[in-house]
């Protein structure tokens, strides 16, 4: 009995495997379709200032035209399968692109995130690329902010740093992404040159309730100590929004406030001016 338990649980998992492996490669080839037939694009999140209530900036999203994968999976493909390279290039010079447009249309134009992967540290000449691809687009290095995520950081901490502060040199800050949903640590603050950490929905869910918000309190206020600035993302009720300004946080990103939009309605409901503040 014993046995047979096993042999099922092991067909089980074979099938799983397999079916992951063909899950993969379809994910594989759409990802290369999009990337050979300009199916990739950008929607952009506000991250709205909790004191002021207007937009202090807006994270860079990517998303595959005509195709519903989600983008953890597809990000998680291309870092498995040598694209993310390609992608992080294209995302970059996208949000830089984009950055330009608003500029050139007379916006008061705020710093886009654009997040990036720690494997992109194997794309040798990457900051080089930023650096030329803001001054093609005459865009000043304190538009961006490049978002890295802390669980992968830890994977080679010392080239991490190198990497980091070679960002950091050509005048773009650093934000430490979901913050608080692996293994998060204090020592981040004082290893990595980040300017903003993210707290990760996971902990926002967690912890922004009048019970537990004094933790988020005081994670404030340690990072404060270190002048990091402080962005709770995943943010859905007044509720949680109220707690985390109350406790501290700079700034908060979530569905409460906005999903990730469309260009042409960040323009329409964040750029234009006098309608921006949106409490
Ligand atoms: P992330 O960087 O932590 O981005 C935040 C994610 O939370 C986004 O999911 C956003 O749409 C979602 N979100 C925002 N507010 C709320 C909310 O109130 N409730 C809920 N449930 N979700 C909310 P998205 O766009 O699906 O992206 C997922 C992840 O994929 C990102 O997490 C990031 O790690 C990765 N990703 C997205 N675009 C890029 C990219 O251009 N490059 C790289 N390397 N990774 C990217
Ligand atoms: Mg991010
Ligand atoms: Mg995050
Ligand atoms: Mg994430």
Redesign the pocket.
């Known amino acids: 009995k014993q046995s047979s338990r096993n042999i099922t649980n092991y067909r089980y998992f074979r099938q799983h495997m397999l079916g992951d492996i063909i899950e993969i490669n379809k994910i594989s080839e759409l990802l290369n379709h999009s990337i050979e037939n300009d199916g990739l694009r950008?929607?952009y999140?506000p991250q709205i200032n909790s004191a002021t209530g207007s937009a202090d900036g807006f994270?860079?999203?990517?998303?595959l035209m005509d195709v519903n994968i989600?983008?953890?999976d597809f990000?998680s493909v291309?870092?498995g399968r040598g694209m993310?390279n390609i992608?992080?290039r294209w995302?970059f010079e996208e949000a830089a692109r984009q950055i330009s447009e608003w500029k050139r249309k007379g916006f008061a134009v705020k710093p886009v995130a654009?997040?990036?992967?720690v494997r992109?540290i194997d794309d040798n000449g990457f900051v080089e690329f930023m650096e030329k691809t803001l001054e093609g687009y005459g865009v000043e290095p304190e538009y961006i902010e490049i978002?890295i995520?802390e669980n992968l950081l830890f994977e080679d901490t010392k080239r991490a740093v190198v990497f980091l502060n070679k960002i950091k040199d050509i005048g773009v800050s650093l934000a430490l992404?979901?913050f608080g949903s692996g293994f998060s640590s204090i020592s981040y603050l004082t290893r990595f040159p980040v300017d903003k950490i993210?707290y990760?929905?996971s902990l926002v869910d967690q912890y922004a309730n009048i019970d537990k918000c004094s933790v988020i309190q005081k994670l404030n206020l340690l990072a404060g100590e270190f002048n990091i600035k402080t962005l709770a993302?995943?943010?859905?009720t007044r509720e949680q929004f109220e707690l985390l300004r109350d406790a501290g946080c700079h700034a908060i990103?979530?569905?409460?406030f906005s999903?990730?939009l469309e260009p042409e309605d960040v323009e329409k409901n964040f750029l234009k001016g006098a309608g921006d503040m949106i409490f």
């Open positions: 950008l929607l999140q994270e860079a999203l990517l998303r989600s983008p953890p990000i291309a870092e993310i992608i992080g995302v654009v997040n990036m992967s992109q978002e995520t992404d979901d993210k990760d929905k993302e995943g943010v859905e990103q979530g569905y409460y999903k990730p």
